[in-house]
């Protein structure tokens, strides 16, 4: 199955510097690649994806890169903000069964960001 | 609006005690799934299922039971609760048809505490 490693477990920034977590999968199959914010005491939600046709995606302050060769993808945050400070969960599909579509995915143990004033 | 529900929110039970969280979702997806989220390990899944009636183990389904009698519920047993159950839970659901990946979504969390 899809293993999924992310780095670091904690980052802390100030205000206004850049954010970079990293993550690394393990399936050459993997062709999705989404990121989730969790802030404290909320559900995790979709903050930006990619899929393995591209490798370079942004939403305003927020992008996410993608090496399909070295199996990796990583989130930029940039001009960070007190409201970024939250965990951030990356995933990359599960495929269960050979040959099969994907059936879930599998997610990495997240990054807590702290953003300092 | 698009959603996923869960029940209970929080719940304090003691060892033994069969329970259920029950799961819903208003988007006509085929595909559900619980977690389980502890400090320091991150989101594991415990159970999905594809589609109604087809269920299958995550990567920590032991002490948990589910069921997918209907494509909208998707509710987790706990048929004997230990304490190393105690954790928070999170039910999502996800369009896979056509083979595209649609955004996961995720339900508000069950608070469980096993006693």
């Known amino acids: 199955g899809e293993n999924v490693e992310q780095h670091p477990s904690t980052l802390s920034v100030q205000e206004g510097d850049s954010a970079v977590i990293k993550c690394t999968y393990s399936?050459?199959?993997?062709?999705?690649f989404p990121w989730y914010k969790q802030e404290l005491g909320k559900r995790p939600q979709l903050i930006i994806d990619?899929?393995?046709?591209?490798g370079e995606k942004k939403d305003q302050r927020i992008a996410v890169t993608l090496n399909k060769t070295a199996k990796h993808f990583s989130l930029h945050i940039t001009e960070t903000q007190p409201e970024d400070s939250a965990v951030y969960f990356c995933?990359?599909?599960?495929?269960?069964?050979?040959?099969?579509?994907?059936?879930?995915?599998?997610f990495g143990k997240g990054t807590h960001l702290i953003i300092q004033p | 609006e698009a959603q996923v529900t869960q029940n209970p929110r929080y719940l304090i039970t003691v060892t033994g005690k069969k329970l259920t969280v029950t799961c819903s979702q208003n988007?006509?997806?085929?595909?559900m799934s619980w977690y389980r989220q502890d400090p320091g390990l991150g989101l594991r899944q415990i159970y999905y299922?594809?589609?109604?009636?087809?269920?299958d183990k995550g990567d920590v389904p032991e002490g948990y039971k589910v069921s997918r009698k209907e494509k909208r519920n998707f509710p987790l047993i706990l048929e004997s609760p230990s304490p190393n159950q105690t954790s928070l839970y999170f039910c999502?659901?996800?369009?896979?048809?056509?083979?595209?990946?649609?955004?996961?979504?995720f339900g508000p969390g069950t608070r469980l505490t096993v006693l």
């Open positions: 995933a990359a599909p599960t495929f269960m069964y050979s040959g099969g579509g994907a059936d879930g995915l599998t």
């Open positions: 399936d050459s199959a993997s062709n999705y």
């Open positions: 990619i899929r393995s046709n591209v």
């Open positions: 988007m006509n997806h085929e595909y």
């Open positions: 299922s594809m589609n109604v009636e087809v269920t």
């Open positions: 999502a659901s996800l369009n896979v048809a056509g083979g595209v990946r649609d955004t996961q979504y």
